[in-house]
């Protein structure tokens, strides 16, 4: 049965390519939201909480952490396409939902069910794409992958920016993603094919050490696993706050919408573009220092925010922040797929995505309460040190990577 199955990126171009154009797709629907939605709470519903505001971001992260692990699980049993096209029609009722929410209960719903969306989505992808490559091209691959998501994510914040600008805040942005989640799920329907093929012929060359308890040791035991699980949150804490603050920040200072989406579209763009680089270095580089910089660069970056109202400084900063997490976000997936055997991959993948996306939560509530009490500068050093200090935990507890699966039962 796997006898004509080839591993490989070459030997399977087309596949993954397409693979490639749909996570771009599902990359854009998180853009949708990303700059308009802060201002859409205060005026479309006059929330001005800084915690209820950021409600829609703990409800959409604990929603795709849940569906990230149960997608791992599941994935096995059910088929990756399978997933990959119920992601897509969860998708398609969003941005309907969203331009014609009577309350802001109505957008906390919306965000639950993208949240479920992306976990089953992106998930789906992202094991796929591992599936088909192998090996040797898997840091690559995962640049290529996060590069196409999070690019889009950049993209739709901006157009979505510029459509609110000219229009008003409610329906026109939201018709970009009647678009993108009509499209994707044609996409995945007629042309994407299941992976689990791919798996059992990788299988039989693989001798990988199996884990005892995926989840056990994917947060906690296995020093490897349990470092980059743990930066996974962190990582996603910050980009929760971000995500959150970020535009309030900028409204505070008085910038209009179209400016307010250059600076926050600049950080998913720059840490899409540059996964195309980071995800292929990890192939070739120490992943630990990687790791390390990555999110060392991330918590200085977010530490100076709140010592500038200029534009130019604040979108340099929100590079710098990209590039800080281009160097983490493949270097995350390919560590975890050469650490787990191809039968426990996309379990352990799932755990990890679990309490990866648990930090939007985490952050848009830390965040929050932190902001309402204390004020946004507080909430901003505090995300800002507790990604410092993730970044030393990499540093102190991760072992140096091995390079090849066969020694993978060293790393303790």
Partial sequence: ?????????????????????????????????????????????????????????????????????????????????????????????????????????????????????QGLTWSSTVVMKIDLVGERDRGFAMGLNEFAGYFAVGVVAFLTGSIANSYGITPYPFYIGIFISIVGFLLTFFWV???RVFVTKESTTDNTTQLNNVFIETTFKNKTLSSVTQAGLINNLNDGMIWGLLPI?????????????????????????????????????????????????????ILLIPFTDDFYLLSFISAILGFGTALV?????????????????AESI????????????????????????????????????????????????????IKTNKEVNKWV
């Fill in 1 to 117: 049965m796997t006898d004509n199955i080839k591993l490989g990126l070459k030997e399977n171009w087309k596949q993954f390519t397409l693979l490639v154009v749909v996570n771009a797709f599902v990359g854009g629907m998180i853009g949708m939201e990303r700059t308009i939605l802060p201002q859409f709470a205060e005026l479309q519903f006059g929330v001005a909480s800084k915690t209820a505001i950021l409600s829609f971001i703990i409800a959409f992260g604990t929603s795709k952490a849940i569906a990230n692990f149960y997608t791992g699980r599941l994935s096995n049993k059910f088929g990756r396409r399978n997933l990959l096209l119920f992601g897509w029609i969860l998708a398609i009722p969003i941005p309907f939902m969203l331009m014609y929410a009577s309350s802001w209960t109505w957008v906390i719903i919306a965000n639950v069910l993208l949240g479920i969306s």
């Fill in 193 to 195: 094919k299941d992976t």
């Fill in 249 to 301: 920040v900028l409204f505070s200072l008085h910038f209009d919408n179209k400016n307010i989406g250059i600076i926050t579209a600049i950080y998913p763009t720059v840490w899409g573009i540059g996964q195309l680089f980071t995800g292929k270095m990890s192939d070739h580089y120490s992943k630990k220092a990687m790791l390390f910089w990555g999110m060392f660069l991330q918590g200085f970056s």
């Fill in 329 to 345: 976000y493949p270097t995350f997936l390919s560590t975890i797929a050469q650490t787990t055997s191809p039968k426990q991959r």
């Fill in 350 to 401: 799932g755990t990890f995505r679990l309490w990866r996306d648990l930090g939007y939560a985490f952050g848009a509530l830390i965040s929050g309460v932190t902001a309402d009490v204390f004020g946004i500068q507080y909430a901003i050093f505090l995300i800002g040190g507790l990604t410092i200090i993730s970044s030393l935990v990499i540093k102190f507890r991760m072992p140096e990577q």
